[in-house]
């Protein structure tokens, strides 16, 4: 390590008459290599070791002051000195009257005479002394006075003094001249990571030894990350690693899933470095395009996004989930919502985490990794699968993919010993009883295959196995998603009636908000318009108003016009066959910010 190898070649040297300086930004692990890498190692020689921060220093003579003391203690638990007060305390205590100041004050100057008079005839050839946070140095201190003070009393007499600063901080402007005068060389800090990452995470106690040793695995990742930003900081570091440690943990049961992990792993850690490189504005800017238009499809229209995919090299992008928007409040917030987590292993892989742990996951598994087994080995667990998938013990999505996956071993001769027909009889029978279970509630499926949509599917015939498949998972998901979402479109009429802000927030942001009026139409909620009270107009108007504050609301909501229309048709007769009040003027201001929208087409 160049940093740790040059700081050594000045200490070792047999004559030295100058100071050098260690400069880098903040959070580079300038002070903890200093303190827990280089001293230690310095102090286990014969050497005395000095450190002291320069922030909060108001004189200089307090500053000489300190390094005095902990030269005359090093090594030691106190001194003549510090004896000597002990014992005027003792007196002070039995004494009726006491002026505690007066005593500590003749005390203090005491020691500073007896340490200035007792170093006037030493030679800190052996010692090195570490004066961190020069950028950080009060304004009322005279920088002049100070480093020709540490010049004579010191550096003159051989000590071996390194200044710890972020150079670029640094505004006095004397600086550069009493630089060149002073210090001799001056070293940008060069961390080695791993070796800091390692010291942070003992730092910080860890208390899950998987997480620990997963953290571990990651370090290069984390350093290549950090390299690309130009941000290495290893508070950024410790703050990632806090923040995925909840999620770790709530997704523990999925941990042989690479793929997942690694996604989640790599979101978080780079939307971390974003905000804490300052980009709290930009990625909630991001959030907010998103949510009124799908920017994966079109990148170009978000600048911050293609400056974060640039960055850090991504492609493809869908390998990470930034389009989720829960994962980077999170990051943003500190707010943790387990629940989202679970949605976004279910909506982007369709996955149950919870279920991950069990063997006929595992099976999954283990048939995907055909190439690497033998044929004995092979055969048994095509068995295992099978007999998992008669039994349905799958959610009904996950039979698309485990016939892709048979019909690949089959096609491919890599598996024989049924045929292909034989082993789609299994997967309908496991089929059609997953189905059975999954009854009328709602199942990740619904959400993957038909999300937001309502068309009836058409029944075909002679159909493939895929074909049945997909039909009979949509006309159970039309019904399902129907009925859902018409009870869902209720409970968040009710909500804003209720005036309960926090659950009509919920449910506000688990709509598709580009499709939420279209929703209310399809599924007959049109009329709960006229049921509103004058808390839920509020709310309603909120929306509104939300929708045509943004720049691009015409291609946000191109398909909701026809339906926004509707609402405004259904609003205007409402308004006409309501008596003069509040309410009426409220369903006006309504009325007119649903206009406003409009309009913007």
Not at 65 to 79: A, M, P, Q, S, V
Not at 360 to 373: C, D, L, Q, S, T
Request: net charge neutral; proline share 1%; hydrophobic share 40%.
């Amino acid at each position: 390590m160049f940093t740790k190898n040059a700081i050594l070649t000045y200490i070792n040297k047999e004559r030295t008459d100058y100071a050098i300086l260690l400069t880098g930004e903040w959070g580079s692990g300038k002070t903890y290599f200093i303190n827990n890498i280089l001293i230690p190692e310095l102090k286990a020689t014969d050497k005395i070791v000095l450190y002291e921060s320069m922030n909060g220093i108001d004189t200089t003579e307090n500053l000489i002051i300190k390094l005095i003391d902990k030269y005359l203690l090093f090594g030691k638990t106190e001194n003549i000195a510090s004896k000597g007060i002990k014992k005027i305390l003792q007196f002070g205590k039995s004494t009726e009257v006491f002026d505690i100041d007066k005593y500590i004050k003749t005390i203090n100057q005491f020691q500073y005479q007896f340490k200035l008079n007792r170093i006037n005839s030493e030679s800190f050839n052996n010692t090195i002394i570490f004066m961190d946070d020069l950028e950080r140095l009060s304004k009322h201190v005279n920088i002049q006075d100070l480093f020709g003070m540490l010049y004579n009393i010191f550096i003159a007499k051989g000590a071996r003094v390194i200044f710890i600063t972020n150079e670029a901080k640094i505004r006095i402007k004397q600086y550069r001249k009493i630089k060149e005068k002073y210090i001799r060389y001056a070293y940008v800090f060069e961390a080695d990571l791993r070796e800091q990452f390692a010291g942070c995470l003992k730092s910080i106690n860890i208390e899950n030894d998987h997480y620990e040793k997963f953290i571990e695995s990651k370090y290069d990742l984390i350093a290549d990350a950090l390299r690309q930003a130009d941000h290495v900081n290893l508070r950024t570091f410790l703050f990632f690693c806090d923040i995925f440690e909840v999620i770790y943990n709530e997704i523990a049961e999925i941990k042989h899933h690479n793929e997942i992990i690694d996604g989640l792993f790599c979101t978080a850690l780079l939307l971390s470095i974003e905000y804490k490189r300052g980009m709290e504005r930009e990625i909630k800017k991001y959030l907010k395009d998103y949510r009124d238009i799908k920017i994966l499809n079109s990148l170009e229209k978000n600048s911050y996004l293609l400056d974060f995919s640039t960055r850090y090299g991504l492609s493809p992008l869908e390998k990470y989930f930034f389009y989720d928007d829960g994962l980077a409040d999170y990051i943003i917030s500190g707010v943790f919502n387990a629940v989202n987590i679970q949605l976004i292993l279910r909506n982007h892989f369709g996955f149950n985490a919870q279920a991950a742990a069990n063997d006929n996951y595992i099976a999954i598994e283990f048939v995907k990794n055909y190439k690497a087994m033998e044929e004995d080995e092979l055969d048994k667990n095509i068995d295992v699968l099978l007999n998992y998938c008669r039994d349905g013990s799958y959610p009904s999505y996950f039979y698309f993919d485990i016939y892709r996956i048979l019909s690949t071993l089959y096609n491919g001769r890599y598996y024989t010993k049924k045929s292909l027909s034989e082993m789609e009889s299994v997967l309908r029978i496991g089929f059609n009883i997953a189905l059975d279970k999954e009854g009328a509630n709602m199942n990740a499926a619904m959400d993957v295959i038909i999300p937001d949509t309502y068309p009836r599917p058409q029944r075909k015939e002679n159909m493939t196995l895929i074909e049945e498949l997909e039909y009979k998972v949509r006309e159970k998901g039309f019904v399902q998603s129907f009925t859902r979402s018409q009870a869902g479109f209720a409970e968040l009429f009710e909500a804003a009636n209720e005036k309960e802000d926090r659950r009509f927030i919920q449910l506000y942001l688990k709509c598709n908000r580009q499709k939420l009026f279209e929703g209310i139409v399809k599924t007959g909620n049109l009329d709960r318009f006229g049921a509103l009270n004058n808390g839920g107009i509020w709310w309603f108007e909120k929306i509104f108003d939300e929708m045509s504050g943004i720049s691009n609301t015409k291609e946000a909501y191109q398909n909701q016009i026809s339906y926004l229309q509707q609402i405004q048709t259904y609003l205007q007769n409402l308004c006409n066959s309501t008596p003069e009040g509040l309410h009426k003027r409220r369903l006006d201001d309504l009325l007119v910010s649903l206009d406003k929208v409009i309009a913007k087409f």
